[in-house]
């Protein structure tokens, strides 16, 4: 099957010293074995349904590893999110949040914020896990936190007054999916809540 080959390449990227999934490169390629990156959340839900559908569990070990190494280092104290970040891939070491994508490695990258919030809530989905469901509540949070009235982002939250402005109206339409999921999971107000957001959003863009 398919989906369980790439299942299988996708866990071949496991770093068990670090507990992450490399992201770019070839494994163990030194210049990019230690990283891994916000965006792998909307990566590991493939390893969930791998361990489901073959009853392998070192996918879902893989996946719930990934996902609690990622809200260990690159979710922020107050819900923001790195886009990467870099560990020794030898013993595992932290070594500090880096940007791709984002502005800098201290800036705020929207569509990574938004990966956030709809790959931890996928992750809940999957686990029941309260941390996950924790997570995409926290990560939601800062990214409606950080949007201007008009309700569409700016490519990165975080910017110095002279640096480039984009908008990036697929963030807004990734975290409105994240919002859905978690109005599913919350229901009564904070779910009409989120559910309302998630149209304005959408409407927005």
């Known amino acids: 099957m398919l989906g369980l080959a ?3 390449r996708l866990a071949a990227r496991y770093n068990p010293q670090g507990k992450y999934i490399q992201a770019w490169g070839k494994v163990g390629d030194s210049a ?7 965006d792998s ?3 590991i839900p493939l390893l969930y349904w791998a361990s489901a559908e073959s009853g392998d569990a070192r996918f879902f070990d893989i996946a719930n590893s990934h996902a609690y190494t990622t809200l260990q280092y690159i979710v922020r104290d107050d819900g923001s999110t790195a886009h990467t970040y870099l560990k020794d891939p030898s013993t ?7 940007t791709h994508q984002g502005y800098s490695d201290e800036s705020l990258w929207a ?22 469901l924790g997570a995409s509540q926290k990560t939601a949070s800062r990214f409606l936190a950080e949007l201007t009235p008009d309700n569409i982002p700016m490519w990165d939250f975080r910017l110095r007054a002279d640096a480039p402005k984009a908008r990036d109206t ?11 999921r978690l109005a599913n999971y919350l229901g009564g107000e904070v779910g009409a809540k989120y559910t309302s957001i998630a149209q304005e959003l959408v409407k927005a863009q």
């Open 6 to 8: 790439a299942a299988n």
């Open 32 to 38: 990019e074995a230690g990283r891994f990156i916000v």
């Open 41 to 43: 959340m909307l990566n």
């Open 92 to 98: 595992g070491e932290p070594l500090g949040q880096k």
């Open 111 to 132: 569509r990574g914020q938004a990966w956030a919030i709809l790959g931890f809530a996928i992750a809940y989905d999957w686990t029941g896990d309260s941390a996950m």
């Open 170 to 180: 697929s963030a807004a339409v990734i975290a409105a999916m994240g919002l859905l």
